[in-house]
Each structure stands twice: as C-alpha cells, then as structure tokens.
C-alpha cells in the first residue's frame, strides 16, 4: 500500500528566500507524482505534475524533481512571495494513475 | 481550464439528518469521478471512486450505505450522506479526470460539512 509523507509538516521563511518542500513515497511503482496548492477552506490547484518518465518539470518559479529510485520529490520555490503562503501537497498516483494518495502537506508561511 | 463545481459550499445540519453534495464537471464529460475527505488540517484521503452507468468502487473501510455516491450523468455525481452524525463532519472534495486522460484531473473547491 502506498504511503506518501511529507516533511516538514509546516515552514516559515522571510521573503525572498529560496526554498524546498519534501515528499516521499513508499512504492516506487508510481506513474505519476503530482504537486498541489491548497489555500484554506478551498479546494486543489495543481501545481505541476511528473510523469514516472520524467526527472523534473518547471512552472515559473516553481521546480519539482522527482527520484523513483530513493521514492522522492522535491518541489523548489525560487524567491518566495507573500503570496505563496499556502499548504502544499504532493500526491503519487499509482495503478490507474487517476487514484491519488496524498501527503498530509506543508503549511508553508511567507512573512514579508 | 477545465472546471469542477461543487454544491453547497458549506452546509450545517442537525444529527440525523441525509445531506446531499453535487459534484459538476462544467466544461467536460467525467466517465469517473473520485471523492474525497479532508480532516483539519490532514491530508485528502480517497473514499470512493464514482462510475457514470455503474455503481461507485469504495475504498476499504468506507462506508458504502453511509455514503451514497450516485453518478447520474456524463457530468454530476452526486454523494450523500446519510443519517449524518457529527463524525462526518469534514471537508469533502470531489475531482475528476479528462475523459481519456490519465493524469489531467481537475479538483472542486470543496464542501464543508458541519453536523451538529
């Protein structure tokens, strides 16, 4: 059964500070891992989304990576805005790709 | 993009009480759409997958006659919740996937239920 965790569980950063978000999976028998916003009482905003064939994909300033063999990802925010304050989740999508488990997500805080 | 709509936003009932959640995709066809449950700040866990045509796929430990996901259309699916008791409180999101598509999936805003 897959298992996604995500560390650290929340984050605070001045502005401007460049930082990374963390997701592990259990079973690296994932055909995708995804990377979602989350801004409170709302629902997802996608993010950005890796193919199992995929090493990385880019969004503005937004990186993600992803390492099937040590069952990680990473998603890089390059000079954090105010705006970026939200919680962050990762989720694998395994055997029918459409399932999604999730991370229980990142809270990250921007102070300006 | 494609968007998913969810109706109510927010709703409070009595104990006791069935509440009904709609789940549209407003600009494309969803043969499957998938619902889910948010508890405070926790992660989304699936609770059920909903067939157009076919009767929805629970995930274990789910209750199928609690939760009565009904998928009437190429675009509504429907989860009630019957009996409710303030345990199902929570945050209930639904998504659903371009037709054909593997990976392309589309979240609603959510519904937040409050049983008291």
């Known amino acids: 059964k897959q298992e996604v965790t995500q560390i650290p569980a929340a984050l605070s950063v001045p502005e401007g500070e460049n930082l990374v978000l963390n997701c592990s999976f259990t079973?690296?028998?994932?055909?995708?891992l995804q990377w979602f916003r989350q801004d409170p009482g709302k629902g997802l905003t996608s993010l950005l989304l890796?193919?199992?064939?995929?090493r990385e994909q880019t969004s503005g300033r937004l990186n993600a990576s992803l390492d099937k063999s040590s069952g990680r990802s990473t998603l890089y925010i390059a000079a954090s805005q105010p705006g970026d304050s939200a919680t962050y989740l990762c989720?694998?999508?395994?055997?029918?790709?459409?399932?999604?488990?999730f991370g229980q997500g990142t809270r990250l805080t921007i102070n300006p | 993009g494609a968007v998913v709509s969810q109706h109510p936003s927010r709703v409070i009932c009595k104990s006791g009480t069935s509440v009904k959640i709609e789940c549209r995709s407003l600009?494309?066809?969803?043969?499957?759409m998938f619902w889910y449950r948010q508890f405070p700040k926790k992660s989304l866990m699936l609770m059920a997958t909903?067939?157009?045509?076919?009767?929805?796929?629970?995930e274990q430990g789910v209750e199928k006659d609690k939760f009565l996901i009904n998928h009437a259309s190429l675009t509504l699916s429907t989860l009630t919740v019957t009996s409710a008791h303030p345990e199902d409180s929570s945050f209930y999101i639904c998504?659903?996937?371009?037709?054909?598509?593997?990976?392309?999936?589309?979240f609603g805003p959510g519904t937040r239920l409050t049983v008291t």
């Open positions: 998504s659903a996937p371009l037709a054909g598509s593997l990976y392309e999936q589309y």
């Open positions: 079973d690296s028998a994932i055909y995708n």
């Open positions: 890796i193919q199992s064939s995929q």
């Open positions: 989720a694998a999508g395994g055997q029918g790709a459409q399932k999604l488990v």
């Open positions: 600009d494309f066809q969803a043969t499957t």
């Open positions: 909903s067939n157009e045509g076919s009767k929805a796929t629970y």
